[in-house]
């Protein structure tokens, strides 16, 4: 198969829900006045891999369209739940499966038959109306691939305009794109290592110092910006070796949440996924229990500045956090916010050395004799 982005990009936010206003992310409708390569090569890289891996199903392209569109602005057609639902169960191997296959076995007899009576002419098959039962289903399906695309495309948060993200995906349809399979996998490439990263870390700069002057935010000589919510018990603050247990909620400079041990605080797409996988647990909130020197740096030192009960606010530069690598869920030099309820800790104890064993042995045996 080709080589595209697409699958990368579809799979790295499969489970984070739509969420926030466009406007935040810097997302808008743009028009096409003037070339806007990153939105074009986004929409060209999701339109090549339609084409690669799909390129038989005959979408209506007019309905997903829209939902990408209406997705991206934040006013989807659909929940990303529902989308996500109604795309497992199409795409199963009782419907796209099984349509596919016999698809492909009708055509690759009607070769045999044509090879057999002399033509060698190679027959290029489009898309297979069989693939949906009716026009129905072909538009509901549309729909909720356009609604993932569009969720996945604003949860990125780069600035995109959405008509050229439009455009690549027409022009790649009609096989006209204005960058080539190369140019859209090169592009892509230096934007997400070299461009986003050094946009991410002069925002989170700006975005901290803002933090900063606010009332009640102080600083540590690492850079780590905090403010206590509730002291805690002072008697009892945890070191770098104890185990905490805490309750924590994880924030993008955008304010959307990424990660929490609270149910209400997930994003509403995550709570309704939940529910539906988990239906007898998926309110439960669950705190989390940890060596305090196994995590990022940020939380390290500021885990400390708190007693047992205690309630913080962090704002973590990156390289307190998850650096130029990031993670999955958080780009490289994104600056973080978190809201930690210390719950718990127990003290660290030094494991027993091997000679205090042996001599603890030894004088229990001892005593025992006399």
Known sequence: MKKTLFATLGAALMLVGCGRNSAEQGIRMGDLSKFDSLSYAMG????????????????????????????????????????DKLLRVYFSYEKAGKRSQEIALKRAQADSLRLASGDSTEVEYGPAPEMFEDEKERKEISEAFGTDIGCALREFE?????????????????????????????????????????????????????????????????????????????????????????????????????????FENRPKEQQEMMKQYYPDTYNENNPVEFQLNQVIKGWTEGMQLVGKGGKIKLWIPSELAYGESGTRNIAPNQALEFEVELLDVTPYVPPVVGNETTETTETTEAEQAE
């Open 44 to 83: 060209a890289n999701y339109g090549l891999g339609i084409s690669a891996q799909m390129g038989h199903i005959p979408f209506d392209t007019e309905a997903m369209d829209k939902a990408i569109e209406k997705a991206m602005l934040g006013n989807e057609m659909m929940s990303r739940t529902e989308a």
């Open 158 to 262: 780069f600035p995109l305009q959405i008509s050229w993200v439009l455009e690549a995906l027409k022009d790649v349809r009609k096989d006209e794109p204005k960058m080539d399979r190369d140019e859209v996998i090169g592009y892509l490439d230096h934007y997400f290592r070299v461009e986003m990263p050094q946009n991410n870390a002069e925002a989170s700069e700006k975005w901290l110092q803002k933090i900063a002057r606010k009332s009640g935010v102080k600083k540590t000589e690492s850079g780590l910006l905090y403010k206590v919510v509730k002291a805690g018990d002072q008697n009892i603050k945890p070191q770098p070796l104890d185990m905490v247990k805490v309750h924590y909620t994880g924030r993008l400079r955008s304010g959307r949440v990424f990660d929490s041990s609270i």
